[in-house]
């Protein structure tokens, strides 16, 4: 059993940056690949980025690379989400997930266990 408590979200400015954080319990933390989805308003979940969990690959949505970076610390059970140049579509409602997979992947049927998840408004 793995639980995730997501935090780090806001409000900011176009072109501002955030960083979102996942808290990690369980014991199965560091053989995960981790991954981040969002959901805006009216629009299904998307995969925003993945992580192996080694953290030696990752993977993002087209329209964030570049921009957004993830990362995590194994000896913390932590996974974050760097996001910068933030942008008004940016906004959306952030989730943590951890996959049964070791390896990364965009399809959420892969991952087992959700966050709360943790708010992102980007204003113009």
């Known amino acids: 059993q793995v639980q995730l408590v997501e935090s780090g979200g806001g409000l900011v400015q176009a072109g501002g940056s955030l960083r979102v954080s996942c808290a990690a319990s369980?014991?199965?933390?560091?053989?995960?690949?981790m991954g981040w989805f969002r959901q805006a308003p009216g629009k299904e979940r998307e995969f925003v980025a993945s992580i192996s969990w080694n953290g030696r690959n990752t993977d993002y949505k087209d329209s964030v690379k570049g921009r957004f970076t993830i990362s995590r610390d194994n000896a913390k059970n932590t996974v974050f989400l760097q996001m910068n140049t933030l942008k008004p579509e940016d906004t959306a409602v952030y989730y943590c997930a951890a996959s049964r997979l070791n390896s990364i992947s965009g399809y959420p049927d892969d991952y087992h266990y959700w966050g709360q998840g943790t708010q992102v408004t980007v204003s113009s």
């Open positions: 369980g014991r199965t933390f560091s053989s995960s690949a």
